[in-house]
């Protein structure tokens, strides 16, 4: 019997829109709790003298999975793309009070998520004091009068070349 040669048409990639569980609760936990954690456990801990200020991160989170099922509730019920930009359109509708909150919620992103990013640089800055103890040497010092009674003072220490190198790198890979 004679074998036909029948093309079958390509099919072109398509991008998935979509997260699988792994990938959605990694998502919530970054945006939720970011490097905040690691960089104040160490000093609750020893602030409190005990493992005892772990129940307030039991409680967190606790309230961060609660956070979580709510934006699976409205991702399961509005779907599509633009997240809390989307979700606060549908919920005061499209025109006035709606506009208004997406408006706030991207203008507040401009601001929040630089801050992110840099408190992350500086988490990890931090932690490489561990694997390199010479980054911990002052460079600079400068002392700020804010009134007569009150000074800040600004240091330069050699994680704060790290922290300012993980931010270009992380500018430069977007």
Same mark, same amino acid.
């Given at each position: 019997?004679? @074998?036909?040669?029948?093309?079958?048409p390509?099919? &072109?990639? @398509?991008?998935?829109?979509?997260?699988?569980?792994?990938? $959605?609760?990694?998502?919530? #936990?970054?945006? #939720?709790?970011?490097?905040?954690?690691?960089i104040?456990?160490?000093?609750?801990?020893?602030?409190?003298?005990?493992? @005892?200020?772990?129940?307030?991160?039991?409680l967190?989170?606790?309230?961060?999975?609660?956070?979580?099922?709510?934006? /699976?509730?409205?991702?399961? /019920?509005?779907?599509?793309?633009?997240? +809390?930009?989307? =979700?606060?359109?549908?919920? =005061?509708? !499209?025109?006035?009070?709606?506009?208004?909150?997406? *408006?706030?919620?991207?203008?507040?992103?401009?601001?929040?998520? %630089?801050?992110?990013?840099?408190?992350?640089c500086?988490?990890?800055?931090?932690?490489?004091? =561990?694997?390199?103890?010479?980054?911990? !040497?002052?460079? *600079? &010092?400068?002392?700020? %009068?804010? &009134?007569?009674?009150? !000074?800040?003072?600004?240091?330069?220490?050699? *994680? +704060?070349?790290? $922290?300012?190198?993980?931010?270009?790198? /992380?500018?430069?890979?977007?």
């Amino acid at each position: 019997m004679p @074998q036909l040669d029948i093309e079958r048409p390509q099919k &072109s990639p @398509q991008l998935v829109r979509g997260l699988t569980l792994s990938g $959605a609760v990694s998502l919530n #936990m970054i945006d #939720m709790i970011g490097v905040g954690p690691f960089i104040t456990i160490p000093l609750i801990i020893s602030a409190m003298g005990g493992p @005892q200020a772990m129940l307030g991160w039991i409680l967190g989170a606790l309230i961060a999975m609660s956070d979580g099922l709510v934006w /699976a509730e409205l991702g399961a /019920a509005i779907p599509g793309s633009g997240g +809390t930009y989307k =979700y606060l359109g549908e919920i =005061y509708g !499209h025109n006035g009070l709606g506009r208004l909150m997406s *408006f706030l919620f991207i203008w507040q992103l401009i601001f929040s998520a %630089p801050l992110s990013v840099a408190s992350g640089c500086i988490g990890l800055s931090e932690y490489s004091t =561990y694997f390199f103890p010479s980054l911990n !040497h002052v460079y *600079f &010092s400068l002392a700020i %009068p804010l &009134s007569p009674d009150l !000074h800040a003072t600004l240091n330069v220490y050699g *994680f +704060t070349f790290v $922290a300012i190198a993980a931010c270009l790198l /992380a500018v430069s890979l977007l």
